[in-house]
């Protein structure tokens, strides 16, 4: 078999670009027997792959002892031979952690109960949960090795290199759980916290240089380094608090790059020579991983895990326009750190009966992904069957309400995953597509993070958290209303510094690096145009003051209305409700500003354009809203129509949103009506390769639909 590579486009197989379809098939779950019948079934829905976790607590039953023969629930090295005599590749998962409703979570038993020590804890000393270790635990990493050194040779057999099926080895799988359980991990020996050498003094002395710079940041007196304890981020009332709890945060991430290291050198300390894989648990994980991508790129490829339903407790059990926004930001950040979108769990069923996940709902779910950029999936799981006696956590089958049932049988949801499998399969050059945007948003990877550190009002304007918010339920959703197209590019980088005809939104918190904050300067000079929306940063990321931004536009002095009762018109839009109260910043114009909104009740401005040397342009409108209202999506349409909108998609239906990608001379235009009622909506579009813009026509979307319109080639 030859190689799987990648790269931001897409998959290549034997240098041709190629859509990446696999689904997750556990061999100590499906009855041997079925496993040649199952994995032709997935080849007929458009599968080249199967993935499957191997499970430590199954095959190193008791400590010492390994077992990978005998019962069929050992037979790996039968398993993969069988993919690869069907011409599947694999994806394997080794663990340690396995979750998939496994007790211990696919740890062994007498680890997790013998070995309390290596459980993570709370700043109190507290074990987060009996199956949550911490990852750099050194006992943790010695049983670790352990199975390494007993599994990654049987692995390394059956690489892609050496003639076998295995294209892709998981290093563990969803790390950062801790968080599920409401705290970081404070482990006092993994972490180091208290010791003098540990991990954290250690990170603090390479961050700040010297203890005395570390109590000044965190206004503090310790007298020894090894003493600073680190802040919680419910604990972060105040800037220095705020502060100790930010480099926490960033230090954890760290670890998490640092354990995923040596997982990857264990296993190629054994001779497992494929890329490497690591899947963030939602939508919004993806970027605690930066450290980890940083550490072993180009070697790893980044996935996430997209889920719309489990349970009755998920905040949505079908496919929504909010669903969408996650799912578009997550495929959009992969794409941004250097690999194709993936999505390593895409629902093919759910763990619970009830709510269910339906065909149809998870067609849409399927289409929706395709059109927001994904170029490649795991159905997860593809087909199941019985636990092994003692390891579930669920009930004794693992039915999953897959497509294909443990007992084999064929569901609806099969024929919806066949459905996909020849959609794409009928437009190969998909794989390379890409989604054509009429305005750019600049993505800051650190207010993403900031969702977890950042929730409190410490005085310094509006926070990370709040920022992130903003940038989906306000600047993304009232795009997709409007029928506009956005993609983006990474404000860490400068790949999307030399494209200045296409306007670029920028959602700004009260902090932005003094890096970033040069880099917006570097492009309003050389002729780019920006939005700046609904603040402008004075602080860095480490909250010291920083105001190369403000300063390049004139120090203009923000003033907060806290009462949110403005009557806002913003570019000939009148009456913008918001939907959050004191979510408006009027401002003291810089020279030269022209006003393009304002308040009606105060006559304060809200919004202004500001000419740049070398031709560049800036709008700022201090404004954060919910979307609510079309009046918004007038708004910011006419905003970026300033700034030289050239508009990809035309569509008069605000229920209904587009998505555009293109290839050479091919096209398609995705229709998404992913509200509970039949929408109709008349469309127009202008991809890259037209001399004019095409009428699609008008169409009739049934409740829950993608539709797709081909067009050119």
């Not at 041997?32 to 993935?51: I, P, Q, Y």
Request: charged share 20%; glycine share 10%.
């Amino acid at each position: 078999m030859k190689p799987v590579t990648f790269d931001s486009t897409c998959y290549r197989i034997d240098g041709q670009s190629a859509y990446f379809n696999t689904g997750e098939f556990h061999y100590f779950r499906v009855p041997k027997a079925h496993w040649r019948k199952r994995m032709r079934l997935l080849k007929d829905a458009g599968g080249n792959g199967v993935a499957t976790y191997i499970p430590w607590l199954i095959h190193e039953p008791s400590e010492g002892r390994f077992v990978f023969d005998g019962a069929d629930h050992l037979q790996l090295e039968e398993y993969l031979q069988t993919a690869a005599d069907e011409g599947l590749y694999v994806v394997a998962r080794p663990g340690p952690y396995q979750y998939s409703e496994l007790i211990f979570e696919g740890l062994p038993r007498w680890l997790c109960e013998g070995y309390p020590e290596i459980l993570a804890r709370n700043l109190e000393g507290k074990v987060l949960d009996p199956s949550v270790v911490s990852y750099l635990h050194p006992v943790f990493l010695e049983k670790a090795r352990r199975w390494f050194d007993a599994v990654c040779p049987i692995l390394a057999r059956y690489t892609v290199s050496r003639g076998g099926p295995i294209a892709f080895t998981q290093i563990d799988n969803e790390m950062g759980q801790h968080i599920w359980y409401g705290s970081l991990d404070y482990n006092a020996e993994a972490m180091g916290l208290g010791k003098a050498e540990g991990r954290w003094p250690s990170f603090l002395a390479a961050r700040y240089g010297d203890l005395a710079a570390v109590n000044e940041a965190y206004a503090t007196s310790y007298q020894a380094i090894e003493d600073v304890r680190p802040v919680p981020p419910s604990a972060a009332t105040d800037v220095p608090a705020l502060r100790c709890a930010k480099d926490y945060f960033d230090f954890y991430t760290a670890t998490l790059g640092e354990y995923g290291a040596i997982m990857a050198e264990m296993m190629r300390d054994h001779g497992i020579d494929t890329p490497l894989m690591h899947n963030a648990a939602n939508p919004s994980m993806a970027v605690y991983f930066t450290d980890m991508v940083e550490r072993l790129s180009p070697e790893l490829l980044l996935g996430g895990d997209h889920y719309y339903n489990l349970d009755q407790t998920w905040t949505q059990n079908n496919p929504t326009p909010q669903y969408a926004t996650r799912c578009f930001t997550s495929c959009e950040i992969l794409r941004m750190m250097g690999m194709p979108p993936t999505v390593l769990e895409l629902p093919g069923g759910s763990y619970s009966d009830w709510p269910p996940v339906t065909a149809h709902d998870a067609s849409v779910s399927y289409m929706l992904h395709l059109a927001l950029g994904m170029k490649g999936h795991n159905y997860y799981i593809f087909t199941g069957g019985p636990n092994v006696p003692g390891t579930g956590v669920t009930t004794d089958i693992y039915d999953f309400c897959a497509g294909v049932g443990a007992d084999g049988e064929i569901r609806p949801l099969y024929h919806a995953q066949k459905a996909f499998g020849q959609f794409i399969a009928d437009r190969p050059w998909l794989a390379e597509a890409k989604r054509e945007g009429d305005f750019r948003v600049a993505m800051d990877f650190d207010m993403a993070r900031a969702y977890c550190h950042w929730h409190a009002d410490v005085g310094l304007g509006l926070t990370g958290s709040d920022a992130w918010d903003f940038l989906h339920r306000g600047l993304l959703t009232t795009a997709m209303c409007g029928s506009l197209s956005p993609i983006f590019c990474n404000l860490g980088s400068d790949d999307w510094l030399a494209e200045t005809d296409t306007p670029v939104a920028i959602v700004c918190s009260a902090a932005m690096s003094a890096d970033k904050q040069r880099r917006v300067v570097q492009f309003c000079r050389r002729g780019g145009k920006v939005l700046l929306v609904p603040f402008i940063p004075s602080f860095d990321e480490r909250y010291q003051p920083c105001t190369i931004l403000a300063d390049f536009l004139g120090s203009p002095k923000l003033e907060h209305d806290a009462g949110g009762l403005a009557r806002v018109t913003i570019a000939d839009a009148v009456n913008i409700h918001n939907g959050w109260r004191g979510a408006y910043w009027t401002t003291a114009l810089p020279k030269a500003a022209e006003v393009i909104g304002e308040d009606e009740n105060t006559g304060k401005p809200l919004g202004w354009r500001l000419a740049c040397d070398g031709g560049g342009q800036v709008i700022f409108l201090g404004f954060r809203w919910l979307h609510t209202k079309i009046e918004q999506q007038q708004m910011l349409t006419n905003v970026l129509e300033l700034l030289g909108l050239r508009r990809k998609v035309r569509c008069d239906n605000p229920n209904v949103w587009t998505s555009l990608r293109t290839a050479g001379g091919k096209s398609v235009l995705f229709l998404m009506n992913l509200l509970s009622s039949p929408m109709t909506a008349a469309v127009s579009a202008w991809p890259e390769w037209s001399e004019e813009e095409i009428d699609a026509g008008t169409h009739k979307l049934a409740p829950m639909t993608v539709k797709t319109i081909d067009l050119g080639g």
